[in-house]
Nanobody, 120 residues
Framework: QVQVVESGGGLVQPGGSLRLSCEASGSIDMIYSMGWYRQAPGKQREPVATISSGDSTRYADSVKGRFTISRDNVKNALYLQMNSLKPEDTAVYYC??????????????WGQGTQVTVSS
């Protein structure tokens, strides 16, 4: 079983930047895709950015041009660089890994989340 841990959240003023990190530990034979999601109070969890095994990226319209997803295959790490942050970016941010371990594929490997608060 893989364990996923996010870090890097915090309180930042509007217009500021944060870099989120997500690391996965455990035996991983293949990574299908990884992604960042967020959930604001009273709202459903929504995708923010995803990256495929071929490094193809997708972004929510609300973060295009401001957020950048990247990965480090050697470290089994995923990152989200967030610039020009807005109050509406406030949420708990989660990362998810879709992976293969041996003959088993699992698509819902979530971390515990990291809080991002954008406020003056």
């Amino acid at each position: 079983q893989v364990q996923v841990v996010e870090s890097g959240g915090g309180l930042v003023q509007p217009g500021g930047s944060l870099r989120l990190s997500c690391e996965a530990s455990g035996s991983i034979d293949m990574i299908y895709s990884m992604g960042w999601y967020r959930q604001a109070p009273g709202k459903q969890r929504e995708p923010v950015a995803t990256i495929s095994s071929g490094d193809s990226t997708r972004y929510a319209d609300s973060v295009k041009g401001r957020f950048t997803i990247s990965r480090d295959n050697v470290k089994n790490a995923l990152y989200l660089q967030m610039n020009s942050l807005k109050p509406e970016d406030t949420a708990v941010y989660y990362c998810n890994w879709a992976i293969k371990q041996g003959r088993t594929s699992t698509y819902n490997n979530w971390g515990q989340g990291t809080q991002v608060t954008v406020s003056s």
